[in-house]
């Protein structure tokens, strides 16, 4: 699981949104919507990151990819800083990375047929055209669990399931090492996401893939993940591998995360841990530990001072938890 | 479909008219001076005007005029706003203000009198009104094409088209215009009857045109002085003026619909 070489190290990324406000629109306020944030994926893995809605994670995944511009930090993919990179060197870059959407309706442009939105791909790079490529683009279809004759026609004729596999196939026409899955099942039902899944697994394996899936739904995350990190309002909370974070969850918010996940079996009796409150404005977030107003355990210290990085034993192990308790 | 048959055919009279009227043998500006003024009989079929020209050859080369004016200046104003009301939407920031500003100025003056200042600079003849259209009218393409692309831009297809590392004008050309196209050709279809007004107006006022040569407006202008012995002069231009208009009018009230239909059955997208 982590045996493998680092393919994207993220340091102290930053995002801040700007308001503006007033007569000349000047910038009143900053929404960090992410505050310092750092991970490490390894090549050939999945890295889960998880949180509630507007914790920043999403715009963790659109950073990295440079669709938004970050405020601060260092973005290493295969030894290259993807922050310090041109027009030009940014599109070669991007052959190597690429996204899957949350939304299989609006991701895909109606006013194009299947072939060519997979296709385009391949024609902007000029790495195919002509006979070459409707072979590409078929076996592509046919990897992907679509029909070849499916690239004459349109995305409305499709399923959400069936447009998120085009989503997918146009993800992979390039070839990339790795890809971003963006709550990529999070608009599918129950059985869609299923089979969504096992194809994301099996093409990980089939091309040595490695992802950033970001979703708020645990169970996806545990299904896929290597190694998972929590976020709450632009911040991490813990870090650790997928099977430790399940097993032994430190940050309370984990805990509370972990106690809320539906378990699919109802006879099992447990304590829920149930949070009070709502998720702070990211406008004016908490002072100190940002979930300090809804822990459960909240201390003094927490409400003034920043947790420290905590590394838990073993440290081969890589858990990482931001919390006061551990220090 | 169906009610729109009576509309369509006009227009589709009023283009070949414009089109195939000079292979008919016409007589314009041949003076007839013992049939000055006489009305709609049986020597000519919409009589003649005050120097004895006949009126249906002059209408027919007003037909011409007022097609080939409305039609150049649509393209004109058509290309040139949509692409500056995208691009700018489309790289957004100064540029963007800019622009923004620019349209502002332009619709804070009454189109029409800015056409008329235009012209009457740049001095009468048919070119000068043509320019002087577009000038004016390119305004409203951009306004609208900037306001659709600023909306389209926001989907999660553009950001996945940047993703993949299509060039900016790749994003233009395949994902944001054919998006937008569908207002933009409602409203160049009312564009048309716009500048057909508009040039007859010109003209009216002696800044289309010159004569000898005929114009709808001008026809009209010619006729008012003899508004109460010689009314064809002024009623049959007009007549046609107004039926073209009208026909304009509500094939694009049709086209409208129509696209609309489309774009609510074939292309159900959600946000």
Redo the contacts between chains.
Sequence with gaps: MTNGKPLLQVHHLKKYFPIRSGLFSRVSSWVKAVDDVSLEIQEGTTFGLVGESGCGKTTVG?TI?R?MEPTEGTALFEGENLFQLDARQ???T??RM??I???P????????TVGSLIG??LR??GLAKGVALDTHVRRLLDRVGLRPEHQSR?P?EFSGGQRQRI?IA?ALA?NPKFIVCDEAVSALDVSIQAQILNLLGDLQQEFHLSYLFISHDLNVVQYLADHIAVMYLGKLMEVAPATALFENPKHPYTQALLSANPIPDPSAQRERMLLSGDVPSPLNPPAGCRFHTRCPEVMDICKTQDPPLIHISPPQNRHQVWCHLYS | MIRCWGPLSLLVLWCLIALLGPLFPLTPNQIDLPNILTGIGSQAWLGYDDLGRPMFDRLVIGARTSFIVAISVVTVSFIMGSLLGTCSAYIGGVVDLVLVRMIDIFLAFPGILLAIALAGMMGPGIENVVIALALVGWVGYARLARAQVLSVKEQEHVVAAIAIGTKPLGIISRHLLPLIMAPLIVEASFGIAGTVIAEAGLSFLGLGVQPPAASWGSMIRDGTRYMLVAPHMVVVPGLALMAVVLAINIFGDWLRDWLDVKAGTRHTSRS
């Design positions: 659109r990819l669709l940014l599109r070669q991007r052959r690429q996204i959407f949350q939304d309706y609006s991701s895909l442009n109606p006013r194009m385009e791909p902007v790079h349109y409305h989503g146009r390039l």
